[in-house]
């Protein structure tokens, strides 16, 4: 029997989607994976119990908490420690940290969890298992979580205005999944429900761990904080370019993930009329995002400045809404609408209309995992993948390489930490260990190079082994059609913090925080359920863009 799909618009084509200035202007949504982790959770009724907690007065000490989810339990092992403040940083080169975590499979005994203890601090010097699914480590923003304990201490809630600015007792400055440093690799849970989404293991892990952020504060503080003060504080992140290359070198997971938000999206666009409490929901959830708004201010002047664009550009939207969504198609209507204002704008209305359509899009996260990578074809004929090359690389053939600012940087991987990083191709050494993200580059050397050429692919790429890669990505797009991000990623321009924004976005984060344009700040899990809340289905479900209302 074949099942009918729902009405779709047309999708916005990659042209539009898949380039940076617009994958650096996203926002989370109902589809980000910490929401459909949760959602997902509060579905299974589970609950989450803390069957160890072992520290002293002053906090320090280690704690377990464990949860079922799919039929498998699985425990956050947290320890505490204590840290020279002079030993502080969420730089990369850290060595010491104020607490570390290790997301293990089942409930860990006490020869396990000495195990851990001797290692999961350490991080990467560490030696781990392949029942430790997820390593992290966290420092705490010694500001407010010394306000918050201090408060409860003196028998009074901590100053709201710092929880509302601040926003986390803790940031994270690492979440490793997938066989890092010898934990456990992908394949080990792939399949298991609740955890086969993508980094659906290291979002449980950061739930996880503001819970435990919570508990620490109050454990201290001698006395229990308000439900609301507490729900408004998520966990901090701290991520650099270590992250950015991943959507290049992971295009079928890239594709899957703008896929599936594109779908949703045509989907909402071809509801023909809104229901009263559709639109009314819609109404709510714009003056929320207003709001929300308000309270995001950061000290970088260029996104700062994009911020403030942003808020007049909603003032200006919102009072319009009640009236364009009685019309016709009114979803359509109003992603319509929204493109004469800017990038930020345009998607954060995205966002905003997928909020209540949760019964039609919601099944769509289903499909935003991949399997094994599709393989080169050799049988194909070059004339084939020169058309290919036409039809879906012509982007490519826009940028001149022999201009020196067009391949101004290169992207590497340091021998030290073995972390990417960005180096100047005409200032510094090291080029010819350059890694493979210059795809409109490497795309531009296949086409020349196809010129005249004749017979299977196979014997092409014997004759030309550096084409290998870039035919397979070629090949790709056929099927793909989102696996490519549409610009120069080593021109002088290029902005990292593009992508990091777009992959944080998929993950949920909010109150973007740039520090410069290869690192920033943001927020996870703010205004999510909290560990006791997952039985309340407003609570576990309702909390895109939160606002902090005391």
């Keep these: 029997m074949t099942i009918a799909q729902p009405p779709q618009e047309p999708l916005r084509p990659p042209s539009e989607v898949m380039r940076l200035s617009r994958m650096g202007a996203m926002f989370p949504s109902r589809l980000s994976f910490l929401r459909s982790l949760t959602r997902r959770l509060a579905s299974e009724g589970a609950k989450v119990i803390r ?9 320090f000490g280690h704690a377990v908490y464990s949860i079922t989810l799919g039929q498998h339990v699985y425990s956050l092992v947290a320890f505490s420690n204590r840290l020279d403040p002079s030993e502080r940083t969420d730089r990369v080169i850290a060595q010491a940290w104020d607490a570390a975590f290790v997301l293990y499979d089942g409930t860990p005994d006490a020869g396990e969890i000495e195990r851990l203890r001797a290692n999961a601090p350490k991080q990467e010097a560490g030696r781990f298992s392949e029942r430790d699914l997820i390593l992290s480590r966290a420092n705490k923003s010694v500001r407010l979580y010394a306000e918050v304990t201090r408060a409860l201490r003196e028998g009074r809630q901590p100053d709201a205005a710092m929880i509302g600015e601040i926003g986390y007792l803790m940031r994270t400055t690492a979440v490793y999944g997938n066989g ?32 435990f952020t919570h508990d620490l504060a109050e454990h201290v503080g001698g006395a229990p904080l308000d439900r609301e003060l507490k729900r408004h504080l ?3 992140n701290s991520t650099g370019l270590g992250m950015a290359p991943f959507l290049v070198s992971h295009p079928e997971l890239l594709n899957n993930w703008m896929m599936v938000r594109e779908t949703a999206l045509a989907r909402v666009r071809a509801i023909p009329r809104l229901a009263s409490k559709q639109r009314a929901r819609l109404l709510k959830l714009a003056v929320r995002a207003g709001l929300h708004l308000a309270q995001w201010s950061v000290p970088d002047e260029i996104q700062q400045a ?67 990578i599709q393989p080169l074809d050799p049988r194909m004929d070059v004339a084939d993948l020169r058309d290919m090359v036409t039809r879906h690389c012509d982007w ?12 101004a940087q290169f992207w590497y991987v340091s021998e030290e930490k073995l972390e990417p990083r960005l180096g100047l191709r005409h200032e510094e050494p090291g080029g010819e260990l350059e890694s493979p993200l210059d795809v409109a580059r490497q795309m531009q050397a296949l086409s ?28 790709l797009l056929a099927s793909h059609p989102y696996a490519e991000i549409r ?18 976005s998929f993950f949920g984060a909010a109150k973007f925080d740039p520090k ?9 899990a703010q205004g999510a359920p909290l560990h006791d809340e997952l039985h309340n289905p407003v609570v576990a479900d309702d909390w895109w863009l939160p606002v902090f209302t005391r």
Excluded: Y
């Excluded at 069957?51 to 002053?58: G, I, N």
């Excluded at 429900?193 to 819970?211: C, D, Q």
């Excluded at 196809?450 to 090949?475: K, M, N």
């Design 516 to 524: 410069s344009d290869r690192w920033t700040r943001i927020t996870l």
């Design 234 to 236: 998520g966990i901090g």
């Design 448 to 475: 020349l190079d196809l010129q005249g050429a004749t017979g299977a692919l196979g014997p092409f790429l014997r004759a030309h082994p550096q084409h290998r890669s870039i035919a397979r990505r070629v090949q």
């Design 487 to 504: 610009d120069n990623l080593i021109c002088v321009d290029c902005r990292p913090i593009d992508m990091l924004r777009c992959k944080l």
């Design 180 to 211: 890092k440093f010898g934990i456990a690799d992908r394949d080990r849970i792939a399949d298991r429900p609740g955890l086969e989404g993508p980094f659906a293991a290291e979002m449980l892990t950061v739930w996880l761990i503001r819970g």
């Design 51 to 59: 069957p160890v907690w072992d520290m002293d007065a002053d906090g």
């Design 306 to 372: 994009r911020i403030e664009t942003l808020q007049q550009e909603w003032a200006e939207l919102v009072p319009t809404l009640d009236e364009l969504l009685d019309q016709p198609k009114p979803l359509d209507q109003l992603v319509r609408v929204s493109q004469v204002f800017s990038l930020e704008c345009q998607e954060l209305v995205v966002s905003l209309v997928l909020e209540p359509f949760g019964d039609l899009i919601d099944g769509l996260t289903d499909c935003m995992g991949c399997g094994p």
């Design 396 to 407: 490519a053939e826009t940028f001149d390489f022999s201009d020196p600012a067009q391949d």
